[in-house]
């Protein structure tokens, strides 16, 4: 499988955020991924349902939502109305609560049954392990190699391992295998060989600047074990 680049759109430059996804555009990449944040599942916020209606209308590129929110069960009906190809939740959103696995089994079937792709994200602190009885419902897993919620954190290293133990039990139940967080040419080879299928890229795209980024996706492809 030929590996999936998605820029994140959160760490282009906000005020040029349209001249960066013509570029990524231009440049080939494969979606777009947004992350939503709302300043208590994660410290930062970054934006809400209208920038990502916004950003449906400026591109035919796929768009990929990443809800790190306290409640991603209220952004979903929304989310399928703007025409999203698919919505990762966190599961640590649901964890702790009475009933919270029961409400992320809800909510996975609920953007399976509007016709997105439904994800699961993994903090690097959360065994894969959770993963267990919802394979069923899920399309992608989401390895978060830094702490979501702030652009430009170093690469964790030790989630690695993590990624080539997701691809080994997903390769068999057709579960793509995402990666988000530091990544950048090496990064993102080393991922590719531990098995993943899809790399979400912030600032190694970005920080050379808009007239940089086809350089950038061009050195991302390299990663490409294909």
Same mark, same amino acid.
């Given at each position: 499988?030929?590996?999936?680049?998605a820029?994140?759109?959160?760490?282009?430059?906000?005020?040029?955020?349209? $001249?960066?996804?013509?570029?990524? @555009?231009?440049?080939?990449?494969?979606?777009?991924?947004? =992350?939503?944040?709302?300043?208590?599942?994660?410290?930062?916020? !970054? *934006?809400?349902?209208?920038?990502?209606? $916004?950003?449906? #209308?400026?591109?035919?590129?796929?768009?990929?939502?990443?809800?790190?929110?306290?409640?991603? +069960?209220? *952004?979903?009906? @929304? %989310?399928?109305?703007?025409?999203?190809?698919?919505?990762?939740?966190h599961l640590?959103?649901f964890?702790?609560?009475?009933?919270?696995?029961?409400e %992320?089994? @809800?909510?996975?079937?609920?953007?399976?049954?509007?016709?997105?792709?439904?994800?699961?994200?993994?903090?690097?602190? &959360?065994?894969?392990?959770?993963?267990? +009885? *919802?394979?069923?419902?899920?399309? =992608?897993?989401?390895?978060?190699?830094?702490?979501?919620?702030a !652009?430009?954190? !170093?690469?964790?290293?030790?989630?690695? @391992?993590?990624?080539?133990?997701v691809?080994?039990?997903?390769?068999?139940?057709?579960?793509?295998?995402?990666?988000d967080?530091?990544?950048?040419?090496? &990064?993102?080879? #080393?991922?590719?060989?531990?098995?993943?299928?899809?790399?979400?890229?912030?600032?190694?795209? *970005?920080?050379? +600047?808009? $007239?940089g980024?086809?350089?950038?996706v061009?050195?991302?492809?390299? &990663?490409?074990?294909?």
């Amino acid at each position: 499988m030929r590996v999936q680049i998605a820029p994140s759109v959160y760490a282009s430059p906000l005020l040029r955020m349209g $001249e960066a996804i013509a570029a990524a @555009e231009a440049a080939g990449v494969d979606a777009l991924h947004l =992350d939503v944040m709302d300043g208590q599942f994660v410290p930062a916020i !970054s *934006f809400g349902m209208l920038l990502v209606r $916004e950003i449906r #209308a400026k591109t035919s590129l796929p768009l990929d939502v990443h809800l790190m929110v306290a409640k991603p +069960g209220n *952004f979903l009906d @929304e %989310l399928s109305a703007i025409g999203v190809r698919g919505v990762t939740v966190h599961l640590e959103a649901f964890d702790g609560r009475q009933g919270g696995s029961n409400e %992320l089994g @809800e909510a996975l079937r609920t953007i399976r049954g509007a016709g997105m792709r439904a994800g699961i994200a993994l903090k690097p602190g &959360t065994p894969d392990k959770v993963l267990d +009885g *919802f394979e069923a419902d899920i399309d =992608d897993v989401l390895v978060m190699t830094v702490e979501p919620g702030a !652009s430009g954190q !170093s690469f964790r290293w030790d989630q690695v @391992e993590k990624i080539g133990r997701v691809s080994a039990r997903a390769r068999s139940l057709g579960i793509r295998v995402a990666v988000d967080g530091g990544i950048n040419p090496e &990064t993102g080879e #080393a991922c590719v060989i531990a098995g993943a299928d899809y790399l979400v890229v912030g600032s190694a795209l *970005f920080s050379g +600047g808009l $007239e940089g980024v086809g350089l950038a996706v061009s050195r991302m492809r390299g &990663t490409d074990r294909t």
